[in-house]
C-alpha cells in the first residue's frame, strides 16, 4: 500500500487543518449528541483531529486510515490508557459489526468505490447508526491541485441515493462552510462543505 501522505504527516496539524477539522466536529456535535455507550469508526482518521475530540463522548474510537504515517502521528498524542483501535488500512479491512456512530471530515473524496464502501459500512453498523459524512461538493478539481484523485467533490443529491441503496436513510444535508482558497494564481475559489447524516435502518 503506497503512503501518498507520509511526506505530508509531520506537517499536517496545521492552524488551517485544525480550524478546518474543528469547523466539522462544531457542525456535527450541533445535530447530534454522541452517547457514552457509542463505538465510533472515524473513516480516514489521517492524525486524529476529529476523533480524539469524539472520544471524550463515546465508548470507544476506531481510527481507520491508509496512510501508516499519519497514523504514527496520531500514536504520538496518545496517553496509553484510551478505548481506541487504530486500523491500517481501508474501511473494508474493519470487520467487528459493532459501530454504532461513524464520522469522516474530508475523506470520502479519496475512496474509489463508494458504493462498495457504503455497502461494506452497512454491515459493520448496528440498527439505528448514526453515519456524519463531512467533505466538499462537486468542484472542478482545482481543490487539490488538478492531481489525480478518485471524487471531486459530491453532487449530496447523487451521494444520497447511494446511501439509500446501502441501507441508510438520509437525515440531513446542508453546507456547513466555505473555503475560500487560491489554487490557481490569481484567482480565489470557494468550496462547499456540506454535512450529510444518515441512519442505518
Do not use: C
Not at 478546518?20 to 473513516?43: F, G, H, R, S
Not at 481507520?64 to 487504530?86: F, W
Not at 474501511?91 to 467487528?96: A, E, G, P, Q, T
Amino acid at each position: 500500500m503506497i503512503d501518498n501522505f507520509a511526506h505530508r504527516a509531520a506537517e499536517w496539524d496545521s492552524p488551517e487543518k485544525i480550524k478546518m477539522t474543528d469547523t466539522y466536529v462544531a457542525a456535527v456535535l450541533n445535530a447530534i449528541e454522541p452517547q457514552k455507550t457509542w463505538n465510533t469508526l472515524e473513516i480516514g482518521s489521517g492524525t486524529g483531529l476529529v476523533g480524539l475530540q469524539i472520544l471524550p463522548k463515546v465508548n470507544k474510537v476506531v481510527f481507520e486510515d491508509t496512510s501508516e504515517a499519519m497514523l504514527g502521528v496520531l500514536k504520538q498524542k496518545l496517553r496509553g490508557d484510551e478505548n481506541i483501535e487504530i486500523v491500517h488500512g481501508e474501511i473494508f479491512d474493519y470487520l467487528n459489526q459493532d459501530i454504532d456512530f461513524v464520522v469522516s471530515s474530508m475523506a470520502f473524496h479519496h475512496i474509489p468505490d463508494i458504493d462498495a464502501a457504503l455497502t461494506h459500512l452497512s454491515k459493520i453498523t448496528r440498527r439505528g447508526a448514526i453515519v456524519a459524512i463531512g467533505d466538499i461538493r462537486t468542484e472542478d478539481g482545482s481543490f487539490h491541485r488538478f492531481e489525480p484523485i478518485p471524487h471531486k467533490g459530491f453532487d449530496t443529491a447523487e451521494l444520497g441515493k447511494q446511501f439509500e441503496k446501502a441501507g441508510f436513510k438520509v437525515i440531513s444535508d446542508h453546507t456547513y462552510n466555505l473555503m475560500k482558497r487560491e489554487r490557481v494564481p490569481g484567482i480565489i475559489s470557494e468550496y462547499e462543505q456540506f454535512l450529510l447524516i444518515a441512519e442505518k435502518l
